[in-house]
């Protein structure tokens, strides 16, 4: 099992729907979580970083975390064609490898108009 | 202007000759990391350094040296690259390893 995966893509949704993204990992242990969005030829940015059960909010991104699922998911609410870019989930390992953070294989989103 | 610099952008070189990926960060950043990215791989993590002569391997170290002797540079090091090497190369830092991190524009490295 990979350490950290995302929902297998490419992912189209139409301008104005609801985008869902998904990630599970496997440390239980692990306490820090963030999205990050990467245009292609690009460097990854920061969208969310999500550190307690539940939900965060941040304009029209919303991210979700389930420890007790191993399981964190990021919403995009009224997608834009700009939405369109990959989506990296990545988690911060806990324990002895104390600094390690492992991305997903990462989603590719496109909104189409 | 805060940024992560990374240097050279390209490079082409030739199995066995050793070369240095530069990285400078000018934030005051504790941590700082090297990724390589491959198509279907996503971002993989190379080593990482939490503080000045504090490294450790990520989960894709063979074949790479680090070194962190100043706390704004954190070079990458391939003594005898080989053309599994080929690859995106990032570098990235954060104030400390539970912050969000800020990457460099990358180097895109062709061993032939």
């Known amino acids: 099992q990979k350490e950290v995966e995302q929902n297998s893509g490419p992912l189209s949704v139409p301008e104005g729907a609801i985008a869902s993204l998904n990630c599970t990992y496997s440390d239980r242990v692990s306490q820090s979580f963030f999205w990050y969005r990467q245009y292609s030829g690009k460097s990854p940015e920061l969208i969310m970083s999500i550190y307690s059960n539940g939900d965060k909010e941040d304009g029209r991104f919303t991210a979700q975390l389930n420890k007790a699922s191993q399981y964190v998911s990021l919403l995009i609410r009224d997608s834009q064609p700009s939405d369109s870019a990959t989506y990296l989930c990545a988690v911060l390992a806990g324990g002895t490898s104390y600094g390690k953070l492992t991305f997903g294989q990462g989603t590719i989103l496109t909104v189409h108009p | 202007e805060a940024q992560v610099t990374q240097n050279p952008r390209y490079l082409i070189t030739v199995t066995g000759k050793k070369l240095t990926v530069t990285c400078s960060q000018n934030?005051?950043?504790?941590?700082m990391s090297w990724y390589r990215q491959d198509p279907g791989l996503g971002l993989r993590q190379i080593y990482y350094s939490m503080n000045v002569e504090v490294t450790d391997k990520g989960d894709v170290p063979e074949g790479y040296k680090v070194s962190r002797k100043e706390k704004r540079n954190f070079p990458l090091i391939l003594e005898s690259p080989s053309p599994n090497q080929t690859s995106l190369y990032f570098c990235?830092?954060?104030?400390?390893?539970?912050?969000?991190?800020?990457f460099g524009n990358g180097t895109r490295l062709t061993v032939t």
């Open positions: 990235a830092s954060s104030f400390d390893r539970e912050s969000p991190l800020h």
């Open positions: 934030m005051n950043h504790e941590y």
